[in-house]
């Protein structure tokens, strides 16, 4: 995939979800990103 291929992704993505949907899909993603690193650091205790 070249650069300009991917560019094009992303601004279809951006019209079809728009820039709010994403950043709540965004902030989203981090806490259970952030929550699961929690739980795994936990479980090794």
Do not use: E, P
Request: proline content about 0%; charged content about 25%; overall charge positive.
């Amino acid at each position: 995939m070249s650069i300009w291929q991917l560019l094009i992704v992303v601004v279809i993505v951006v019209l079809l979800f728009g820039t709010k949907k994403l950043r709540n899909i965004r902030r989203n993603l981090g806490l259970a990103i952030k929550d699961f690193k929690k739980v795994m650091t936990t479980d090794k205790k």
